[in-house]
């Protein structure tokens, strides 16, 4: 069982991704140079957040050229897992892995808080050990995490059970205050038809300790190392 955390000129938690899988998790993890053109052989990839080089054009729009994307691609083709986080999540809908684009706040402010997440389905590798309505407690910081889409692509998400995330207080209330970035329908992370990508814009690698506030993010880490090497 082996990580491949994908590394990207300028990126700031490929270093805290391979940490929470390294030595929290205990798992095999490597770094991948984005202009690598194989993941090592990897189980699970990993496209962390932190900034990417090109953001100043649009989050992801660069990074999706990566040479590294391509294989990337092909790991998911092959229904294997991948997880996004954040800049990673961008980068995904960018390179049309997954559905949607993240947008600029709606206070176009950037944002760093502790949110509450809603999970609303099991069906992921990275969900499959969190109930369906249970609240996780992560870290958001972003500026531009507002996810978007047409109304018609909403309507198919929600038929193939591929909202994964939604933003919620603290009883899992859908309220306006609990949506920190005015995303649409409340969405936080979002998986591909398959259910094998999953992207979100919180971070789980900055939740995987007691010292971090909540170890809600590690749940996603065990849950696909246990799906892997079942």
């Known amino acids: ?3 491949a955390v994908l590394v990207f000129p300028g990126s700031n938690c490929d270093h805290d991704s391979y940490h929470a899988v390294k030595h929290v998790l205990g798992a095999d993890a490597h770094f991948v140079w984005h202009k690598e053109g194989g993941l090592g052989g990897a189980d699970v990839v990993i496209v962390p957040g932190g900034f990417s080089y090109g953001d100043y054009l649009r989050a992801g729009a660069i990074a999706r050229f990566s040479p590294v994307m391509e294989a990337v ?6 229904g294997r897992p991948v997880l996004g986080t954040c800049n990673g999540f ?6 049309g892995l997954l559905p949607g684009a993240l947008r600029r706040n709606a206070s176009l402010r950037f944002i760093c808080d502790d949110v509450w997440l809603r999970c609303e389905t099991s069906r ?5 050990a969190i109930d369906a309505g249970e609240r996780l407690k992560m870290p958001i910081a972003h500026g531009e995490g507002s996810f978007f889409c047409a109304p018609e692509t909403l309507a198919e998400m929600e038929v193939h059970g591929q909202v994964v995330f939604r933003y919620c207080d603290a009883e899992g ?7 920190p970035n ?5 969405i936080a992370g979002v998986c591909n038809r398959a259910g094998n990508v999953l992207g979100l814009m ?16 590690l749940r996603l880490f065990q849950s696909v190392l246990s799906v892997v090497t079942a």
Do not use: C, V, Y
């Not at 992921?124 to 499959?128: D, Y």
């Open 1 to 3: 069982m082996r990580f």
């Open 73 to 78: 691609r092909r790991h998911a083709a092959q």
């Open 90 to 95: 961008q980068i995904l809908t960018e390179a």
């Open 124 to 128: 992921t590798p990275f969900t499959q």
């Open 173 to 179: 209330g859908l309220t306006p205050e609990a949506n």
């Open 182 to 186: 005015g995303s649409t329908a409340h």
């Open 202 to 217: 919180p971070h789980p690698e900055r939740a995987s300790e007691p010292d971090m506030g909540s170890e809600d993010g």
